[in-house]
């Protein structure tokens, strides 16, 4: 298939994703068309299979916002055409769908037809999509779709809920490709981070207020008084401020390091005991899969799509938002013998198996088969007597 993938190129989790859906597909034979308006940031190989194109937005002083949807609608035809396109992936509803959508409809002025996939991955419909201004918008991009995915039952449920939606959405979860996991760093490394006796407790986020920064560092005060232990905060964002000043007003600054935003996050999480994830919504949780896959045990809320990853008990423990109390004795079973968290390191690498590439990628190829079978069986015209 020749599939067309259109996402934000940033850090953010549906920007990997889709990213890494599209490295997987090209690896599985099929040629990938990125569109975007940047390299995305996990696309450092563009080979016979892989291509990038760039949507270039020319500035018109006539326009105080350029109009980005235009420009990328316009792209979305040239590519189609031009590269004979089987199936659009679209990754977020607006403002992708929405231009995904106004791209079949000019191509279809043409006599072309090509279906259209859109995946939902949570900020465009808890967040920005659910706002006055734009869910009209949205609901129609999503009722437009072909097809209409979300990586978790919860983010389905939420978006039926918040929206008028006549499509049935299925649920493809996200995943981590397992083979690329490092767990190949010496324990002297270790010793950078922490002392021997010390527990090393990881939380890794863009620190807006969503992650529930305070209840981090109040989780870990709780942890510290009664285990040595340091911990790691990876990422940066306007939290990170008020989170250390807390880390000073609670006495605990010389056991909390902030690093910023790290190129050596898989270093961390090889070593880290224990990944805290105290969110107030998640769609899905793709941090807290990317800790298990090293054999971390997580410690979250169970908020949005977190209780499908995080299974309580075994890959680490499920608290109401903003129950720290209860977070840090879920922690502290897991924390206090050296057997106990060696068997949780196990589950939580043995719960990540379930959302491994291999098994994720098959189920867009099956969907992308069937959209494009129905689109074809419409073209098809009919037979009279």
Do not use: W
Not at 26 to 33: D, I, M
């Amino acid at each position: 298939m020749k599939i067309a993938i259109v996402c934000y190129p940033t850090f953010g989790g549906s920007g990997v994703v889709a990213t890494e859906l599209g490295i997987a597909l090209s690896k599985r034979g099929h040629e990938v068309h990125f569109i975007t308006y940047k390299q995305p940031v996990r696309l450092d190989l563009l080979n016979e299979k892989i291509f990038f194109h760039e949507v270039n937005v020319p500035e018109y002083p006539l326009f105080h916002f350029q109009p980005y949807e235009l420009a990328l609608s316009s792209k979305l035809v040239n590519i189609i055409k031009g590269y004979d396109i089987d199936v659009l992936h679209v990754h977020y509803a607006i403002p992708h769908a929405y231009a995904g959508y106004m791209a079949k409809k000019m191509l279809e002025q043409e006599g072309i037809s090509i279906p259209m996939v859109t995946t939902l991955h949570g900020t465009d419909i808890t967040l920005v999509g659910n706002h006055p201004f734009y869910k009209p918008a949205v609901t129609f991009s999503i009722n437009k779709s072909d097809v209409v995915t979300s990586v978790s039952q919860s983010l389905k449920d939420d978006t039926n809920r918040l929206f008028d939606i006549k499509r049935k959405i299925k649920v493809i979860p996200n995943f981590i490709d397992l083979a690329t996991v490092k767990n190949t760093f010496t324990d002297c490394q270790r010793g950078l981070m922490a002392s021997e006796n010390e527990r090393i407790i990881t939380h890794i986020s863009n620190m807006r207020e969503v992650k529930c920064i305070p209840d981090v560092i109040r989780t870990f005060y709780a942890i510290q008084k009664e285990i040595p232990s340091k911990l790691i905060m990876v990422g940066d964002g306007p939290e990170r401020g008020p989170a250390e000043d807390l880390a000073n007003e609670l006495g605990i600054a010389p056991k909390v390091v902030f690093l910023g935003n790290s190129n050596e996050v898989e270093k961390i999480l090889c070593f880290s005991d224990l990944f805290l994830l105290p969110s107030k919504a998640e769609s899905f949780g793709l941090a807290a899969l990317e800790a298990m896959s090293h054999g971390v045990p997580v410690i979250s809320s169970n908020a949005g799509g977190l209780a499908e990853v995080n299974v309580h008990g075994f890959s680490g423990f499920l608290s109401d938002v903003g129950d720290v109390s209860d977070m840090a004795a879920n922690a502290l079973t897991i924390l206090r013998t050296d057997a106990g968290l060696k068997n949780f390191k196990a589950q939580a690498k043995e719960q990540a198996q379930n959302f491994a590439i291999e098994k994720v990628v098959p189920l867009y190829e099956e969907v992308y088969t069937k959209a494009i079978k129905r689109i074809a069986l419409k073209k098809k015209p009919s037979l009279t007597k």
